[in-house]
């Protein structure tokens, strides 16, 4: 649970960044929400690995 605390948390503060890279057209703000990002893959994708592997061991 806590690796999806904190992807809700990164979601969460990239609000700002993501509102001024497309209202503002601000670039800098497009290459922080961009990293914030690729974090956003990484952690879904161990989580995605986490719950299939309590998922199997509960069978």
Do not use: H, P, W
Not at 52 to 58: I, L, Q, R, S
């Amino acid at each position: 649970m806590e690796k999806f605390q904190k992807l809700k948390e990164i979601v969460s503060n990239i609000e700002t960044d993501a509102s001024k890279f497309y209202d503002d057209s601000n670039a800098a703000a497009g290459t922080r929400l961009r990293k914030a990002m690729q974090e956003i893959k990484a952690l879904s994708q161990e989580i995605r690995t986490e719950v299939t592997e309590m998922k199997n061991a509960k069978q």
